[in-house]
């Protein structure tokens, strides 16, 4: 099992930067691929990017030049810096894990957290 804990979500004007962590725990987390999923209200939960075992991060297009994925496998955590946020990025914010970045691509992952709220205010 691993267990997956999502931090640093909040209020944050048009324009601003917010940095998500996500921090694991129970297995090695260098062995997973990670991923982060968002769904605000209404919607359904959306891929927003993953970041593999060697570090390759893939975006979904609503995100790409904005959000960066990185890790620390020292720190078993990994992290979403998002900068120009617009209010239209208001979701909760989820973190996932697999062995396979396909899983996490489709959302077919097999761990969660419990998502953090991001808010951008216009």
């Known amino acids: 099992q691993v267990q997956l804990v999502e931090s640093g979500g909040g209020l944050v004007q048009a324009g601003g930067s917010l940095r998500l962590s996500c921090a694991a725990s129970?297995?090695?987390?260098?062995?997973?691929?990670m991923g982060w999923f968002r769904q605000a209200p209404g919607k359904e939960r959306e891929f927003v990017g993953y970041?593999?075992?060697?570090?390759?991060?893939s975006y979904a297009d609503s995100v790409k030049e904005r959000f960066t994925i990185s890790r620390d496998n020292a720190k078993n955590t990994m992290y979403l810096q998002m900068n120009s946020l617009e209010p239209e990025d208001t979701a909760v914010y989820y973190c996932?894990?697999?062995?396979?970045?396909?899983?996490?691509?489709?959302?077919?992952?097999?761990?969660w957290g419990q998502g953090t709220q991001v808010t951008v205010s216009s």
């Open positions: 996932t894990a697999d062995f396979s970045v396909s899983k996490i691509r489709v959302g077919q992952s097999d761990y």
């Open positions: 129970g297995r090695t987390f260098s062995n997973y691929a």
């Open positions: 970041i593999s075992r060697s570090s390759i991060t």
